[in-house]
């Protein structure tokens, strides 16, 4: 039988060498606990960060980083009327983005101290948030459905990777791509540079980072329904030393215009954050030629993928090689919830056909 506890406090140094059987199995470096400590030190008032850990015979077994959101009128709907009634009616709902590691700070495959019992420990996991929740949602692999069996499922945005086992130099990448020679060719005619900082930001960066969330925040399809809690972790990520986490900056004459941070893990390069200056009319392809210059550290540091989060735009959908279907596996313990939950998200944009074109368009692939 297992016991559970969820909690404000992250993860402690003890508990996390319960985990490091589990880290090593699947390749993930223990950098990434850094990660999640910025995470749960700039939590907002909308939204929170848990872990819900998992106990066998009062020893833990297990944990998962959760997020508590209370304010995603705006994740939901456009019409500003709309989404402040819901974020004033202050629903809160739990939030697991299960698949990969650190996407987007927040991505966890929940930590279990002996990986032959993962799937065990996981449907445990989903099992009492569904039963301890007005509203869970998880999103995860298409395939991992078995896990939730009580769920309701709604299609969601496939994951996005760049596969480089196969590749020994960039141009096996860029070949597979038109006009990349001469998109760089027009980004450096105009004043545009890349390079990579590695560990920390300078503080002027850090306020870029800042203008260009946003921008981006502002002019986005999607807005997450921790958008707070992504921009403040952001933030503190950006300005707390932490080994192998490369960012990746574009300037157009020296000045900053956009970025990715990722955090090299195992044989891995994940995405943390990223955004672009959205007020500019234009960053001469820069976006482009960012998923190369990614590629190309991948390939020169003999890494096997990069982990480009959820296909949410035109451009990451081209610049990946592959991809892998997701689900929301909707859970709460009131059946009835369940399904208002599942109509207000099926009729929802998250459902809505500005953002479920590139699920559509993987789909029909």
Known sequence: MYSFELTGQFISEKERA??????????????????FECLFNAKTKGTVPLVLKVYENSDLAGAAVIIRCSRYGSSLYDNKM??????????PFYLWIKFGCCMDMMSNPGFVRDP????????????????????????DYTTNSVLYPDAVTLPALPHALIDTSAMTETGDYVRHHKNIRRKYQIFNKNGGTFHSIHNVLEPQDIEMVRKCFISTAERSVFYLPYQDLYLNSAILTSSTRINNVIYFIARLN???????????????LNALHGAFDRNRPTTYHAYDLLFVEMTNYAIEHNLKIVDAGAVLNTTKQRMVNCTRPMSYFMLSRKPIIRWIFLMITKHSKIQGRKQMRFYEEDKAE
């Open 18 to 35: 319960v985990f490091r059987d589990f880290l090593h199995f699947y390749g993930i470096d223990e950098g990434v606990w850094k990660i």
């Open 254 to 268: 020296g000045e900053f215009i956009g970025y990715q941070a990722a955090i090299k893990t195992g044989d891995c």
């Open 82 to 91: 709309m989404a402040d009634f819901f974020d004033l009616l202050h629903i």
């Open 116 to 139: 032959a019992k993962s799937d065990s420990i996981y449907t445990a996991i989903a099992d009492y948030l569904g039963k301890n929740s007005w509203m869970t949602m998880i999103s």
